[in-house]
């Protein structure tokens, strides 16, 4: 499956910078001049996890496979992008492939490295993007509405799902408001996510601060966080540049330097989670003596389809799923204490995988 969320921002806010820390490379070229970054940069990133670690401790498992979820750091984008400023249209198609946004906003000052309008101003800054995002929505809506006229006349029945939705994003937008504010019914999820608007995609606003804000963030990461609760949206604080140094130390090491910074954990490690959450994303785990493994589903995912996550042939085939819960599986000490006091389930096909649920599934070939 693989989840992707695309970073995105003005340039030269510190979009690679996060995105080497994420990745713990320096794949992607970070440099104090605007539009550094041309051609995305997609690295795989690991989902920590606190409860694998455990899982793995009561079994003994030798190997522990973290889950991934895939990071897309696209060029800058600027005001009057959506006509073809800046590097125009071509990030818009990078955008329209990922499933969520990071919005990086600069909430740093450094009069050494150039902000593209000469001020920090995050919310102004939000809103120049989101404008852009609106404004190629609204160009591509008229035209894909235009297009599907001949198809409404035959009454084709996809071509009118796709242009009623259409014309209510149309609507939104038209207000000034961004395509993930149209209330969608459920069965119509699937048309409107394959619509793949810009701004229907859930969001996530990353707050770049300055070193010294990492712990307990600043007056403009504050002004972020009133405006992400203003849209329902979620807000992060984090220091691209520190966090690019902690990922290049040993994890000793890190734990030092966090505790001295007074953070009592990596910023990425709770921006992947928010991520995650965003996502509406869900993990079961595999355990054995050989490994203890974390899968990723989305929420309200049926068995079969959980275990097709491994291997297509564990759904096609799928029998049933053993399960114990993950609370019962640490508490009680392993699978065969969990069976022996009766926690363990056997689950069909309709059973919908709960978030933490150690999974052994059973299947013909
Ligand atoms: N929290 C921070 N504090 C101070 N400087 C920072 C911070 N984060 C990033 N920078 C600096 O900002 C500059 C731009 O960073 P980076 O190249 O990551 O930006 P970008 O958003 O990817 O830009 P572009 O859109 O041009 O690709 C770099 O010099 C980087 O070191
Ligand atoms: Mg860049």
Same mark, same amino acid.
């Given at each position: 499956m693989g989840f992707k969320m695309g970073i995105v921002g003005l340039p030269n806010v510190g979009k690679s910078t996060l995105f080497n820390a994420l990745t713990k490379t320096a794949a992607a070229q970070a440099a104090n001049f605007p539009f550094c970054t041309i051609e995305p940069?997609? $690295?795989?990133?690991?989902?920590? %996890?606190?409860?694998?670690?455990?899982?793995?401790?009561?079994? $003994?498992s030798k190997q522990?496979?973290?889950?991934?979820?895939?990071?897309? %750091?696209?060029?800058?984008l600027v005001k009057g992008a959506s006509k073809g400023e800046g590097l125009g249209n071509q990030f818009l198609a990078n955008i329209r492939e990922v499933d969520a946004i990071a919005h990086?906003?600069?909430?740093?000052? %450094?009069? %050494?490295?150039?902000?593209v309008e000469d001020r920090v101003d995050p919310v102004a800054d939000a809103d120049t993007i989101e404008t852009e995002l609106m404004l190629a929505d609204l160009e591509s809506i008229e035209k894909r509405r235009a297009g599907l006229?001949?198809?409404?006349? $035959? $009454?084709d029945k996809e071509a009118v799902t796709q242009d009623r939705l259409l014309a209510a994003a149309q609507a939104a937008l038209e207000e000034g408001k961004p395509a993930r504010t149209v209330q969608v019914d459920a069965e119509d999820l699937k048309a409107w996510k394959m619509l793949q608007l810009l701004t229907s995609k859930p969001i996530l606003y990353v707050c770049n601060v300055d070193e010294g804000s990492a712990g307990a963030g600043n007056d403009f990461s504050a002004r972020v966080a009133e405006m992400a609760a203003e849209q329902g949206a979620a807000s992060v604080v984090i220091s691209a540049q520190i966090e690019e140094e902690i990922s290049q130390l040993d994890p000793e090491e890190a734990e030092m330097f966090l505790t001295e910074m007074g953070l009592d954990e990596a910023g990425l490690d709770r921006l992947i989670r928010a991520g995650y959450e965003l996502l509406h994303l869900e993990t079961y785990f595999t355990v054995g003596p050989k490994e203890a493994r974390a899968w990723t589903i989305p929420a309200g995912t049926p068995a079969p389809k959980a275990a097709g996550v491994i291997h297509g042939d564990f759904e096609k085939g799928f029998i049933r799923a053993e399960t114990i819960a993950y609370d019962d599986f640490v508490t009680l000490g392993g699978e065969q204490k969990a069976k022996d006091a009766g926690k363990m389930r056997a689950e069909g096909k309709q059973y919908i995988v709960k978030d933490g649920d150690v999974l052994h599934f059973l299947f013909n070939t």
């Open positions: 940069n997609i $690295g795989e990133v690991a989902v920590p %996890d606190a409860r694998l670690d455990k899982l793995a401790a009561t079994a $003994g522990i496979i973290p889950t991934r979820m895939t990071f897309v %750091d696209i060029a800058g990086v906003l600069r909430c740093f000052e %450094d009069d %050494d490295v150039t902000h006229v001949r198809k409404l006349k $035959g $009454g």
